[in-house]
């Protein structure tokens, strides 16, 4: 069944802008705000950007907003996280429609991380939609085009390394590299901290005016926001680094000090930020750890 665009039959889409879509995926949770949004670009020629979680209710949603007369020509993943994903193979396969994205779950990992992952560090699998493969592998600044809009794909390893944020004219989907409502969760070997501050600097250098994150609302003051991100990161080092100082501790103990009237169900996202600082101070040589391959592995300075 097929509704017209802009219309009101489904309360969880909203029309951003003329041509563009916002449709929230049933999935609300506290690492999901309301849950994750698919958005629906173009007029005549359309393309989805993150078809979100394999959910039957949210198919349905998005084939009644697709509206009559029109064609969906791509669709774009901005990472291969299952709330993003999930419902890739799905709907392209419905709608005749070519999925594109950077690769698969360990496409884009840097060598650091690499080498990390032969000293012993475990591959994250919590979340990461390990069966995705896209149809077309996209290069960092491809550009995808209609006969109505052009689109480039900016290469964000951070988050996952395989992140894509996604340049329209002066706005920029930016998956869960960039959200207004909450910071990226970073678990390594997928996500990376140095990739992560890499990719923010490379997308402030873009000047966008606005971002479409993947969950929650737009970002109106992008600049800012970035700038925010960069140094919660970097005081987040520093707070580490200081409580090394005087001691070795392990990534529970260091959790619990830094992280102190944190909600318990988000105890474990903290310990995974925690663990994704040590593994990149790892990496720049100002730590060291006994056995990387223990959760209860001790950590120093080195
Ligand atoms: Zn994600």
Known sequence: MQGSLGSNANSRAVKLQDGLMRLTAPNPSPMTSTGTNTYILGRK????????????????????????????????????????????????????????????????????????????????????????????????????????????????????????????????????????????????????????????????????KKFYPGHGIPVENPGERIVELIEHRKKREIEILNFLKNREATISQITRYIYLNIDQNLLSVASRNVKAHLIDLIIKKQVTVDDISSDTAIYSLL
């Open 45 to 208: 020629e359309l393309t989805i950007i993150d078809p979100g979680p394999n959910s039957e209710v949210h198919l349905r949603n998005i084939m009644k907003i697709i509206p009559n007369n029109t064609k969906v020509t791509h669709i774009l993943i901005t990472h291969s996280h299952l709330d993003h994903s999930g419902l890739a193979p799905k709907l392209s396969k419905i709608l005749n429609a070519p999925t594109l994205a950077f690769g698969t779950a360990l496409d884009g990992l840097s060598n650091d991380m690499k080498n990390i992952c032969k000293m012993g560090l475990a591959l994250e699998t919590y979340g990461i939609d390990t069966d995705f493969v896209p149809d077309h592998y996209l290069r960092d600044k491809e550009k995808i085009s209609s006969r109505e809009w052009e689109i480039v794909a900016h290469h964000t390893p951070g988050h996952l390394s395989n992140h894509i944020c996604y340049q329209y004219l002066d706005k920029l989907f930016t998956g869960d590299h960039i959200m207004e409502w909450s910071t990226s969760v970073i678990s390594p070997p997928e996500g990376d901290i140095s990739q992560f501050i890499n990719s923010c600097e490379k997308i402030y250098n873009l000047h966008c």
